[in-house]
């Protein structure tokens, strides 16, 4: 399967021409829970929704994209594609942070995972604040996904305070 994978991104690295823009992609991939709405990896990645498709396409059979959204076929093509953008998860993880935090009110999706996202980038303070926000103004209509999201959040906070040392908030 490694031969076969590596020909699926050695393809997409021709197509492209630009590594950087490959590997930036990967790493949003691996970085962001699935099914990823593409708008989001695109914004996380710094690229257009053409530009991502485009590169989304040259992924195929390894990736699933439907109108809107994309997700790994399978755990061994995500594995592989997790090597390829490991040099720049951290930059990613942070981007990811920034537009999660940024769209949290306004996006469903943003507002779900921005809690945990937040703190596997270090930005406790902010998951703090985010915890603080009303479940009322969460942008989800699912009123089990809203009280799930609700629960991930304040397990988000209880884990920043306990690192931080935080009896306070």
């Known amino acids: 399967l490694g031969g076969i994978f590596d020909e699926i991104i050695e393809n997409a690295f021709k197509k492209v021409g630009a590594g950087g823009d490959i590997k930036?992609?990967?790493?949003?991939?691996?970085?962001?829970?699935r099914p990823i709405p593409i708008s989001c990896l695109a914004a996380v990645c710094g690229f257009n929704e053409a530009h991502t498709r485009d590169i989304l396409a040259d992924f195929s059979p390894?990736?699933?994209?439907?109108?809107?959204?994309?997700?790994?076929?399978?755990?061994?093509?995500e594995a592989h594609i997790r090597d390829h953008g490991a040099a720049l998860s951290s930059e990613i993880l942070e981007a990811?942070?920034?537009?999660?935090?940024?769209t949290s009110q306004r996006d469903a999706y943003s507002a779900e995972h921005a809690a945990d996202i937040l703190f596997r980038a270090g930005r406790l303070n902010d998951v703090?604040?985010?915890?603080?926000?009303?479940?009322s103004d969460y942008p989800i209509d699912d009123p089990a996904l809203r009280a799930l999201v609700y629960e991930r959040r304040m397990r988000a906070a209880i884990r920043s305070c306990r690192q931080t040392g935080n009896v306070r908030d």
């Open 24 to 33: 930036r992609l990967c790493a949003g991939l691996t970085l962001l829970p």
């Open 62 to 77: 390894g990736v699933i994209v439907d109108s809107e959204h994309v997700g790994f076929r399978d755990e061994d093509f």
């Open 96 to 102: 990811a942070a920034a537009h999660l935090e940024a």
């Open 128 to 135: 703090l604040a985010l915890a603080q926000q009303q479940m």
